[in-house]
């Protein structure tokens, strides 16, 4: 492509990049677009995300929405430049670590406590990959993790997009958790008990009977970290794939690491009503089974009283 036929770089990427062009006219030299996406990431780490529009950002800085619009001229960039704001840059220790494995779980923890400080991330939607700076970073430092390796470029960028993954997963739950604590003044561990006291009250074996054996042998209420342990096993899934590589074993083809030609499942008709005929007849014994228990209370009521 000639850089005629190169597609113009959207603004809040440009931004990102610092290759926008300037406004021509400004309220003071005060005004920037970095003092702004700073006023508008304060705003989100005390308030939540809800809180941030043009107008609240430009009475934080005591400037008129308007005199932002010409640095930010829509709010969809600056929710862009606030996220790679408070992304930053992968810390430079997790390059010390030795070896791609704990080099991956160095950037896991620290995207995890990215999550932590600012979990307003976690609620801007995802609409493809941030091509700004610092997120480019990240995935930087994951291929470089992972450069040693016998994986191929397509298979690195997936371990690192997994890791990735994994984190902001890891982020969700511990944010969430940490809010229900913080609204309701109940510590992390009280929240944990209450919710294991609400599945064993509503949970019955005959119609959830591995989850009801999972609580009954106190599995919400193990002080190990189901989601760390989740992690590390995918990384052993990782570790095997790349020594068998090592080894000399051919990859396979992309259905192969599925198990599934993903193509042929799609477009199998017959596979799609199969599913849909299980899953109705699923719901119907569940309904059937609620029912059921409905009427051994209604029964157990009326001997009750007599």
Do not use: C
Not at 11 to 31: C, D, F, S, T, Y
Not at 117 to 123: E, F
Not at 223 to 242: H, K, N, S
Request: glycine share 8%; proline share 6%; charged share 25%.
């Amino acid at each position: 492509m000639t850089d005629e036929e190169l597609p113009e770089l959207p603004r809040g990427i440009a931004l990102a990049w610092g290759v926008a062009a300037n406004p021509q006219r400004g309220p003071k030299r005060e005004m920037s677009v970095e003092r702004i996406v700073e006023a508008a990431v304060e705003l989100a780490d005390a308030e939540g995300i809800g809180a941030v529009s043009m107008a609240a950002v430009a009475a934080k800085l005591g400037f008129t929405p308007m005199s932002l619009y010409r640095y930010v001229s829509a709010k969809d960039d600056l929710l862009l430049l606030m996220q790679e704001e408070a992304t930053g840059v992968p810390p430079e220790d997790a390059r010390e670590h030795e070896g791609w494995r704990n080099t991956l779980r160095a950037l896991f923890e620290a995207q995890v406590l990215i999550y932590l400080r600012h979990p307003w991330i976690l609620s801007l939607p995802i609409t493809g990959s941030p091509i700004t700076p610092n997120s480019s970073a990240w995935i930087e430092a994951g291929l470089e993790a992972l450069a040693e390796t016998p994986l191929s470029e397509t298979e690195r960028l997936a371990v690192a997009l997994a890791m990735t993954g994994q984190a902001r997963w890891y982020g969700m739950v511990i944010a969430g958790y940490s809010e229900q604590a913080r609204s309701t003044g109940l510590t992390p561990d009280e929240v944990t008990a209450r919710e294991a006291a609400l599945f064993d009250r509503v949970i019955a074996a005959e119609e959830y009977p591995h989850l009801r054996r999972a609580i009954d042998a106190g599995v919400f209420m193990d002080e190990r970290d189901p989601f760390r342990f989740a992690t590390e096993r995918v990384l052993d899934g990782i570790g095997m794939y790349i020594e068998g590589l090592a080894n000399g074993q051919e990859p396979g083809p992309a259905q192969d690491w599925l198990g599934i030609d993903p193509a042929e499942a799609a477009g199998d008709k017959r596979y799609r009503e199969a599913q849909k005929t299980v899953r109705e007849a699923e719901k119907a014994l569940r309904a059937a089974r609620k029912v059921e228990r409905q009427a051994l209370r209604d029964a157990h009521e009326r001997i009750a009283r007599g």
